[in-house]
């Protein structure tokens, strides 16, 4: 089955949540980015702290979603709030380049940080992994964290670590993140086919 939108974990933009308002059993958010709001229209799929949503509405320099129950429970968009930074990412369109991995936004789970290290040239993120997932994860292999493609270094029976460059770090939510932050983690789906 091919997916409706597909995205490379390369973060467009990052924006500022300026309301984050549940609805019943819907969460409506209204993101600021003036970027994506002069990129995108209304029904566009959009990556969202890696989490595909469509686009209902847009006026000037915001964008609105709505998440429903069955995503919010999946996902950490429930423990969003206004104020707080959001990687977003537009969905891949014929002839884009391809810069990280094929990212369909379809949450596995939800995992916490155990640490971050800052190194000489990058900031090591070591992030808890339950066993029911350690089948879909490898050694230099790719998974999508908060949106964002990057390449697992090293795997233990109880978490794998990630580094992450500077341009990366300063150009995504991953600055904002420490120890105990609630993580979005879609593992490589060819990986879950095996």
Same mark, same amino acid.
């Given at each position: 089955?091919? $997916?409706?939108?597909?995205? =490379?974990?390369?973060?467009?933009?990052?924006?500022? +949540?300026?309301?984050?308002?549940?609805?019943? &059993?819907?969460?409506?958010?209204?993101?600021?980015?003036?970027? *994506?709001?002069?990129?995108?229209?209304?029904?566009?799929?959009?990556?969202? &702290?890696?989490?595909?949503?469509?686009? +209902?509405?847009?006026?000037?320099?915001?964008?609105?979603?709505?998440?429903?129950?069955? =995503? *919010?429970?999946? @996902?950490?968009? #429930? #423990? !969003? #709030?206004?104020? %707080?930074?959001?990687?977003?990412?537009?969905?891949?369109?014929?002839?884009?380049?391809?810069?990280?991995?094929?990212? !369909?936004?379809?949450?596995?789970?939800?995992?916490?940080?155990?640490? +971050?290290?800052?190194?000489?040239?990058?900031?090591?993120?070591?992030? %808890?992994?339950?066993?029911?997932?350690?089948? /879909?994860?490898?050694? &230099?292999?790719?998974?999508?964290?908060?949106?964002?493609?990057?390449? +697992?270094?090293?795997? @233990?029976?109880?978490?794998?670590?990630?580094?992450?460059? $500077?341009?990366? /770090?300063?150009?995504? =939510?991953?600055?904002?993140?420490?120890?105990?932050?609630? *993580?979005?983690?879609?593992?490589?789906? *060819?990986?879950? #086919?095996?």
């Amino acid at each position: 089955m091919i $997916p409706n939108a597909m995205f =490379t974990g390369i973060v467009t933009d990052v924006g500022l +949540v300026d309301e984050a308002r549940r609805c019943g &059993n819907l969460l409506l958010l209204k993101i600021s980015s003036k970027k *994506l709001a002069a990129e995108c229209e209304i029904s566009d799929s959009v990556s969202v &702290n890696g989490v595909c949503l469509t686009m +209902v509405k847009k006026e000037r320099d915001c964008i609105s979603f709505e998440a429903i129950a069955s =995503t *919010l429970k999946d @996902t950490n968009l #429930k #423990k !969003l #709030k206004k104020g %707080d930074y959001i990687n977003l990412e537009t969905a891949l369109k014929v002839g884009d380049k391809l810069g990280g991995h094929f990212v !369909l936004g379809h949450i596995d789970c939800e995992l916490k940080i155990l640490k +971050v290290i800052p190194r000489s040239q990058f900031w090591e993120l070591t992030i %808890d992994l339950p066993s029911r997932f350690r089948k /879909y994860i490898i050694e &230099n292999g790719s998974i999508a964290v908060e949106g964002i493609s990057l390449t +697992v270094k090293k795997i @233990t029976s109880r978490s794998f670590s990630v580094n992450i460059i $500077p341009f990366t /770090y300063n150009n995504t =939510t991953l600055r904002y993140k420490k120890v105990g932050s609630s *993580l979005n983690v879609e593992f490589d789906h *060819l990986l879950k #086919k095996k």
